[in-house]
């Protein structure tokens, strides 16, 4: 069985800004085919800046954990700062996965990403092919 952190647990267990924003100014969805995992995360966003976010999420613990943990820490944050964000950070956040459970954090850095891509380019991402969406 894998090991998680205190936080990831926390966040697994009770996860904040579950579920799709009614009217937001951007979406972004990534999924890793290999393993399953599927995050949406949508947003609204004033200044640059992300203003309310909320995410759907299916896959393993560590990837519902790490979608919850995301919609904590961007919100707030500007968009030219979550285009910064990298692997280590999201990690850090986390408080640390297990090896095998580290593909989660890229999976965030690259949702953190497309999410700025998204929002600078005016794409939308439904998010259809979330079991359930």
């Given at each position: 069985?894998?090991?998680?952190?205190?936080?990831?647990?926390?966040?697994?267990?009770?996860?904040?800004?579950?579920?799709?924003?009614?009217?937001?100014?951007?979406?972004?969805?990534?999924?890793?085919?290999?393993?399953?995992?599927?995050?949406?995360?949508?947003?609204?966003?004033?200044?640059?800046?992300?203003?309310?976010?909320?995410?759907?999420?299916?896959?393993?613990?560590?990837?519902?954990?790490?979608?919850?943990?995301?919609?904590?820490?961007?919100?707030?944050?500007?968009?030219?700062?979550?285009?910064?964000?990298?692997e280590?950070?999201?990690?850090?956040?986390s408080?640390?996965?297990?090896?095998?459970?580290?593909?989660?954090?890229?999976?965030?850095?690259?949702?953190?990403?497309?999410?700025?891509?998204?929002?600078?380019n005016?794409?939308?991402?439904?998010?259809?092919?979330?079991?359930?969406?």
């Amino acid at each position: 069985m894998p090991h998680y952190s205190p936080t990831v647990v926390d966040h697994f267990t009770n996860p904040r800004n579950c579920g799709r924003l009614p009217n937001p100014d951007v979406s972004a969805f990534v999924g890793n085919p290999v393993c399953g995992d599927q995050i949406l995360l949508t947003a609204c966003v004033r200044d640059d800046a992300v203003t309310e976010i909320g995410f759907e999420a299916y896959g393993c613990s560590a990837s519902l954990a790490i979608a919850s943990i995301l919609t904590e820490h961007l919100s707030g944050m500007a968009i030219a700062d979550i285009a910064e964000l990298d692997e280590p950070r999201v990690l850090r956040w986390s408080g640390g996965l297990g090896p095998e459970q580290r593909h989660v954090a890229r999976l965030g850095a690259d949702l953190a990403h497309r999410l700025v891509h998204n929002y600078r380019n005016g794409i939308h991402d439904d998010g259809t092919t979330i079991c359930g969406g």
